[in-house]
């Protein structure tokens, strides 16, 4: 086939269809927009499951608090409480990001990919995991959404280094 054959590149024209019925409804009709009235009610819906997402991170954040207590007064490689530790930081980071929580996931995310797979535990070792936990009750605490802005990408840039020092 030759290229004056082939339609399908930039030269070929395009077709606009206009959205079903079905679609312009669920998408706020013709204009695309929402009623008041229907705003109102999902952000209601987003804040109640809002409370409840901070409920579940305070769940959260107590299961890591107290297995990294286990860590600490061992100061041991408490292989089930790193696990827990582990698992517990992969399920905040998974909640996180579905509530606008970006720091939170990367702090998480951070926490789970340090403790996952760690062999063995020294006191610098169990500081940075006390710091990731601290740094996480802090962003839920102050509600921090999104990135966090410069001091908190610094703050992850430090976590990063010393992360990959102490890996």
Known sequence: MSPEDD???????????PAS??????????????????IAAAQSKIDQRADAFMEQMRIELTKLRTAFRA????????????A???????EVKGMAGTFGFDLLTQIGDSLYEFAVDLKG???????????????????IDKRI??????????????????TDKLA
Request: charged letters at 30%; glycine letters at 10%.
């Open 84 to 90: 827990v530790i582990a698992a517990t930081a992969r």
């Open 71 to 82: 860590v600490e007064e061992d100061h041991l490689a408490n292989a089930e409480s790193l």
């Open 121 to 139: 535990l020294s006191e610098k070792r169990i500081k940075l995991i006390g710091s990731h936990i601290d740094a996480m009750e802090l962003v």
């Open 7 to 17: 339609k399908t590149g930039d030269d070929a024209p395009a077709e606009f269809l």
């Open 21 to 38: 019925r079905k679609l312009q409804k669920k998408s706020g009709g013709p204009s695309g927009k929402f009623s008041k009235h229907k």
């Open 145 to 162: 959404t999104g990135d966090g802005g410069p001091e908190a990408r610094e703050l992850l840039s430090a976590m990063g280094i010393a």
